[in-house]
């Protein structure tokens, strides 16, 4: 708990997915796998709300979004959402529209990096989720789809158009999200999509080395690093340089950066405390 909360307490049960927390890594896990996890209204209200408490857990350095059973994500539940949205007027449509939107802000803006493994199909409003996390760890039966054109709809949803042509350049970014169609790991992997991509037994153990290494690195700098490149994609080179800078140089100042030159002198590895 920080001194920057006042008197709203946080949230310790959350009621649409699991929540864990192992040492300094918490773990989201979708939990309907009867259905390929879908995300329900009260799953992208619940997750939007988390995102923004997860920096005021002191404990918590990372954040890994997963699914039970066969699957990440199948997307939004085709009754519990598009069969409701159908009946809804205009000002609730925008009232979910931009909640889904704020989920994928939240992610991209969290300074606590997310790591989202993708084990089976990440579809629809899933493959958007994986899109937002700072790394996708993709077994070699994971697969990618951005359906919304196919029920539809824009493929721009909850800011696709925006990050993906920045993950897989504009040209392929047009085919995935006008056609729809769905794309393996290998491919995943060669367009950029995918951080790396392991073996289907591998996953869970992958997932977890890339969490303990992240849980255990230098927060500030990981934290400004996910700020910096979030925030420089719509800036000018020139501010973005100076964004830099300001940033570097109150790095600068802190015990990590410190501690970095002491162990090097010393010949050991740092002892990273996040100050």
Same mark, same amino acid.
């Given at each position: ?101 704020? @989920? ?7 300074? @606590?990096?997310?790591? @989202? ?33 196919? @029920? ?49 037994a591998d996953i869970d153990d992958a997932v977890?080395?890339?969490a303990d290494r992240i849980a255990t690195g ?30 570097q140089a109150l790095l600068m100042t802190t ?21």
């Amino acid at each position: 708990m920080t001194r920057f909360r006042a008197s709203v307490p946080l949230t310790t049960d959350w009621k649409h997915f699991d929540f864990t927390v192992e040492g300094r890594v918490a773990t989201v896990t979708l939990n309907r796998p009867e259905k390929f996890n879908p995300l329900t209204f009260e799953a992208y209200a619940d997750l939007r709300d988390l995102l923004a408490e997860l920096p005021h857990h002191g404990n918590i350095k990372v954040l890994v979004i997963q699914g039970r059973g066969r699957a990440f994500c199948g997307g939004g539940d085709v009754n519990e959402i598009i069969g409701e949205l159908i009946k809804m007027r205009p000002g609730e449509l925008m009232g979910f529209t931009k909640m889904t939107g704020e @989920v994928i802000a939240a992610m991209r803006h969290c300074p @606590v990096p997310i790591i @989202v493994k993708v084990h089976g199909m990440a579809a629809g409003a899933g493959a958007v989720v994986a899109l937002a996390a700072d790394f996708r760890v993709v077994g070699r039966a994971g697969r990618f789809a951005f359906l919304f054109t196919k @029920v539809g709809l824009s493929g721009g949803d909850m800011g696709a158009a925006y990050l993906l042509p920045r993950v897989v350049g504009l040209g392929r970014a047009t085919s995935l999200l006008m056609l729809g169609d769905t794309i393996d790991a290998d491919t995943a992997d060669r367009y950029g999509l995918a951080s790396m991509v392991v073996d289907d037994a591998d996953i869970d153990d992958a997932v977890q080395a890339l969490a303990d290494r992240i849980a255990t690195g230098p927060t500030l700098a990981l934290a400004q690093t996910k700020s910096l490149l979030t925030r420089e994609l719509d800036m000018s080179m020139s501010a973005a340089m100076e964004l830099d800078a300001m940033t570097q140089a109150l790095l600068m100042t802190t015990d990590d950066h410190a501690e970095f030159h002491a162990a090097f002198n010393s010949r050991r590895q740092p002892e990273w405390k996040g100050q």
